[in-house]
């Protein structure tokens, strides 16, 4: 679907695809687009994003633009019957991801932007919560029984419409330090997106619970938590332990050496030193992770960076700004 999307701004535009690399590049219109997923996870049928590797610097990079969201998206389960366990438990992992950046996003009025700079994010409002909600909820009922048993269409039909829910409501409101993250440690490793990102995302959930905890208490609630007799914060860690328990049910690493072999690129120490933090891996280790990346990573693509950089300012405006 991505490469659907590229071909389209290329054909229409002209260039190459590196042009178009960043947020909000694409000059006009593109020829239509018409998705029609196979997996459930990356919700690139809806979404405005297009996702390629720059296999000359190994590194993943992203073109944001609303003139990449499809003209039309046929979502049908019975279309994701052969998807492999593996490619099952990896997509919608990244679909899961999807829906709780979402929904714990920075809110929308606190949106941090640049002067003079664009984004199609907008930061978390209520229509992208609604959709994030039925997503978590959807794929936490769902993801599984899908790995478990490819034939099971219930829970095909649950992944395809939870997928689609997440892929709305992150390509609006947006996706945060997962993401971000998740960047540089696949072009390294070259995990997948989906097992990168599940990977980071109980770290990333931990970082951010203290200025998200009735997010993360409704979290663990929609995953089907037993949250009664908690109080808030107890409850919002219950989130962190049900996603650390799915991804584990499912297959996913919780350790980045386990992910794909490191290679040598310019970002190669990246995997080790986040493997051998793993251990004992503290929230803010993953901030301190992340600034030794930034401080480390430097390649001749100067939209990652930037890209980054706002996902940094975002990061810290979660941490100092948003009250409880
Ligand atoms: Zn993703």
Known sequence: MDLA??????????????????????????????????????????????????????IKVGILSNYLRPRAAVVDPLLTITCPPKVTADSGIDALTHAIEAYTAIDNAQFPLPAGERTIYQGKHPLGDLMAEKAIALIGRHLRRAVADGNDLDAREGMSLGATLAGLAFSNVGVAAVHALEYPVGGATHCSHGAGNGLLLPYVMRFNLPVREREFARIAELLGEDVRDLDERAAAERAVVAVERLRSDIGIPARAARTGSARKTSCAAWPRRLSASNASFEPIRVLSLWRIWRASFKLPIDVLPILCERYDMQWKSLKYTVKK
């Open 5 to 58: 999307k590229i071909s389209a701004t290329v054909l229409s535009h002209g260039g190459h695809p590196r042009d178009y690399v960043g947020d909000d590049r694409i000059p006009g219109p593109v020829m239509p687009i018409l998705c029609v997923p196979t997996t459930a996870g990356t919700g690139s049928e809806v979404s405005a994003a297009a996702v390629l590797t720059d296999t000359e610097n190994q």
